[in-house]
């Protein structure tokens, strides 16, 4: 007897919610003439930031290219005389990227980033391999703050990590030892 009452029940809550949308003013969303507002950790277009400072994130360390389940980013390093490291050229082959933002998260130095751009599709598949200079923004993006070298320090052969004005003395490893 509770079974068939239960049933009847949830047959009723079906016929109300239908009911309920049958009466309601539809709505419709004109794209693209509108777009509408994503929310800012929405993982769509792949950018490549810059530090407060201005100057390229990436240090050309590899992570997210190791990290990125379908192998869509490479990358050469390279050394400035300052001792920044930069990506000499950097790729990703959108048309395999599945937005996982893995990459993100590895990214030691808040470079790349995902942000809310959806609208990246390409009549030729192979307009969808962006280069350095495709990725790069020159704004923070999300991380408005984060300098990765005011942090790990730059050494060149004048100065060793950690001993000019704005950096911090570098961690000593072996002292998180147990
Ligand atoms: S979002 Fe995922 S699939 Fe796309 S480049 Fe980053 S790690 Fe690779
Ligand atoms: S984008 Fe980030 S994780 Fe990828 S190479 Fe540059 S610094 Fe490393």
Redesign the pocket.
Known sequence: MTEIFESVKALGEGFAATFKHLLRKPITEEYPEYKRPLPERSRARIV?TCDPDGKE?????????SVCPVSCIS?QSAENTDGRRY?KWFRINLGRCIYCGL?EE????S??QLTPDFENSRLDILNLVFEKQDLLVDNCGKDRAYNFYKHAGIKTDSFDKGTRDFETEPVNVKSNLP
């Open positions: 490549l994130r990436c240090v050309a360390c590899y992570l997210c290219s990358m990506a990459c590895a990214c030691p130095t470079a790349i």
